[in-house]
């Protein structure tokens, strides 16, 4: 019995299966037949180049389109007279907060204007025990010292007391707002 590949036609011999090469050899003659089947084989790869840099193109911030397209924002409309309702709910909330900081503030000022008033009459005290000590020919160097102190604790008190009428007209503003 015969087998089966003898009994198909045998294919026609490669024209390369002498062993020479003919890769380099300018004067080779290659059937037409081959010549078209490389250029179509040519134009295929070209065609699946310019396919996958299409596809890359279309592709290389996928994963940035994906968390895009993951997130999902829902924006909510409402009508003006909810907005002033909740406004005014928000200012009755936050309003005795703010007249209590008001009330901390103004006492906090009445007490520095009293301890501005103190550092005043120490100052002036000083300025009469100073004037008397240069008229003295012995000067008391304690007591400069001390002068120097209530000065420098004045002016400083002096500012503490704008920066709290600052605050306190700020707060005002506010709460008049509100």
Not at 5 to 30: H, I, K, M, W
Not at 34 to 40: A, G, H, K
Request: hydrophobic content about 35%.
């Amino acid at each position: 019995m015969k087998s089966r590949s003898s009994t198909l036609p045998r294919p026609r011999e490669s024209v390369f299966s002498c062993g020479q090469d003919f890769r380099n050899d300018a004067s080779a003659v290659c059937p037409p037949n081959v010549r078209e089947c490389v250029s179509t084989m040519e134009d295929s790869c070209e065609e699946a180049y310019e396919a996958q840099q299409l596809l890359r193109n279309g592709t290389f911030d996928l994963p940035r389109m994906n968390k895009v397209l993951e997130s999902q924002r829902v924006f909510l409309l409402i009508d003006e007279a909810t907005v002033k309702r909740y406004r005014s709910d928000l200012a009755d909330e936050i309003e005795p907060q703010v007249n209590e900081l008001i009330d901390r503030a103004e006492q906090g000022l009445k007490l520095l204007r009293r301890k501005e008033g103190l550092v005043h009459s120490k100052v002036e005290a000083a300025k009469v025990v100073h004037s008397r000590a240069a008229t003295a020919p012995t000067a008391n160097k304690r007591e400069e010292r001390r002068a120097q102190l209530l000065s420098k604790q004045r002016r400083r008190l002096e500012e503490e007391v704008r920066v709290l009428e600052s605050e306190i007209m700020a707060l005002r503003k506010k709460s008049s707002r509100a």
